[in-house]
């Protein structure tokens, strides 16, 4: 009797413990969060930060999961145009400086569509979900944007809470 309950004294905290902790981990590499007067949104990310990945993108995919997108992440802040040249799927654009915060928002870029879609001078980040989706979570200029790849020194969201 008197090990039950030591041992139910033991489990309990930690069992509320693991309760209350998140299911996914903060800044992880496949994972972005979103954050504004709206909510708090993430999704599942491919990580496009190399020439080849980045030239690349979504191109030819016929779908994308609701709460996953593409990363396109530069070495510096510098000014990006995209298009939609053999991109299959209508998608919204995400342009973030270099501290995570949202500059531009690019809704349902036209599939096919060669049409330069320019997201700033500054852009650091260029987040890739599935078209209307910044409209209906709201997400709009000024959101922060959590990922590792921003500088946790000067983010405007770090990844410690």
Excluded at 50 to 68: C, H, K, N, V, W
Excluded at 123 to 137: D, H, P, Q, R, Y
Excluded at 146 to 155: E, I, L, N, S, Y
Aim: glycine residues 8%; hydrophobic residues 45%.
């Amino acid at each position: 009797m008197i090990r039950r309950m030591v041992l139910r004294a033991l489990v309990l905290p930690l069992v509320l413990c693991l309760a209350v902790l998140p299911l996914h981990a903060a800044c992880a590499p496949d994972r972005v969060e979103l954050e504004g007067p709206w909510g708090r949104a993430a999704f599942d990310i491919e990580l496009a930060d190399t020439d080849e990945t980045r030239g690349r993108g979504l191109m030819f995919r016929e779908s994308l999961p609701q709460q996953a997108g593409m990363l396109f992440v530069y070495d510096r802040p510098q000014p990006v145009s995209f298009w939609m040249r053999n991109t299959l799927i209508p998608l919204d654009m995400i342009f973030a400086d270099r501290t995570g915060i949202v500059r531009k928002v690019h809704r349902n870029a036209v599939p096919l569509d060669e049409t330069p879609i320019f997201g700033g001078d500054e852009v650091f980040a260029v987040l890739e979900i599935n078209g209307g989706m910044t409209l209906s979570l709201g997400i709009s200029e000024g959101t922060l944007m959590r990922h590792p790849a921003f500088d946790q020194t000067t983010a405007a969201w770090p990844c410690a809470d």
